[in-house]
């Protein structure tokens, strides 16, 4: 007992000190965003509520809410199905499945500022490839400004977003379904079901801790995003694209208003704990039959 209490010391001391760490940062961004602190030069003058009730006076505040609300609707739904849909395409294909998988889960390794930097080309107005394309396919009116315009800008970076998360999720679906009982499939097929009945009644009941999972990370992500966006539009044009972790870089760095940046921070933390166990919870219940009570 003595020799396992000391090897669980020993590998349990560095992640317990990382942990220590980061709930300590997040106590920290708390206690300054109820200071004073305007400026370069810190200041702890204990202001209270101050900077949130600032920030809910700004216009800005509730559209990058809005923005973000979008996120979770646009991002989260789309990604999902996609993935799930091309896990089991490919755990169907059998033959050339690792290429597949290769070219899918590519995007996936790339950074955001490459991500962000192709998918701003593509969109370019003038010398874009998607208007290149439809001008010479003779659909020059469908034409558009795509991230300069105001109206759909923001739908074209959740867009690149999807293209990039998406071989994402459909590894831990594969992964998932590489575990579910061959027999079972075996007996569906036996029984004359279709690929759609077996997809709708077999794969996606048993694959829902994978849904769990991926939904959850991708919740995170969507309320979080900064790189993605800050490299295609900035959190432009006039806000339409603009999100709260935008907010929190200018207000911090940028217009030195580390308070309200901190104010921020703690805002999204907030959110992500509201949004995501709420539904971590309800899922392992409802799918899994665990968190009872």
């Known amino acids: 007992m003595k020799a396992n209490l000391k090897y669980a010391i020993i590998f349990l001391t560095p992640i317990l000190f990382v942990t220590f760490i980061l709930y300590a940062m997040v106590l920290w961004s708390v206690y300054v965003s109820l200071t004073y602190w305007y400026g370069i030069l810190p200041s702890w003058k204990f202001i209270g509520l101050s900077n949130y009730y600032y920030l809910i006076q700004t216009e800005r505040f509730w559209i990058d809410l809005r923005n973000n609300s979008l996120w979770l609707a646009l991002f989260i739904l789309p990604t999902t199905f996609l993935g799930l849909f091309l896990a089991y395409a490919l755990d169907r294909i059998g033959k050339g499945e690792g290429i597949f998988r290769a070219i899918f889960l590519y995007p996936t390794a790339l950074s955001f500022v490459v991500t962000g930097n192709v998918w701003a080309w593509m969109y370019d107005p003038d010398v874009g490839v998607l208007n290149t394309i439809l001008k010479s396919l003779g659909l020059g009116f469908l034409q558009s400004r795509w991230i300069t315009d105001p109206s759909i800008a923001l739908y074209c970076v959740i867009g690149a977003a999807v293209w990039q998360y998406t071989g994402f999720a459909m590894i831990i679906y594969l992964s998932a379904i590489k575990g579910i009982p061959p027999a079972m499939i075996e007996s569906a097929v036996v029984d004359g079901a279709t690929s759609l009945q077996i997809l709708r009644h077999i794969i996606i009941p048993q694959v829902r801790h994978a849904t769990l999972v991926v939904t959850s990370l991708l919740a995170i992500f969507a309320l979080r995003v ?13 806000y339409s694209t603009d999100v709260l972790a935008i907010y929190m870089y200018i207000a911090t760095f940028r217009q ?3 308070a309200v940046g901190a104010a921020l921070s703690v805002i999204i933390f907030l959110l992500s704990i509201v949004i995501v166990i709420p539904y971590v919870k309800w899922a392992m219940k409802r799918w899994l039959g665990l968190g009872g009570g």
């Not at 900064?226 to 006039?238: Q, S, Y």
């Open 226 to 238: 900064f790189d993605l966006i800050w490299v295609m539009t900035g959190g432009g044009p006039a």
């Open 256 to 258: 030195h208003l580390v």
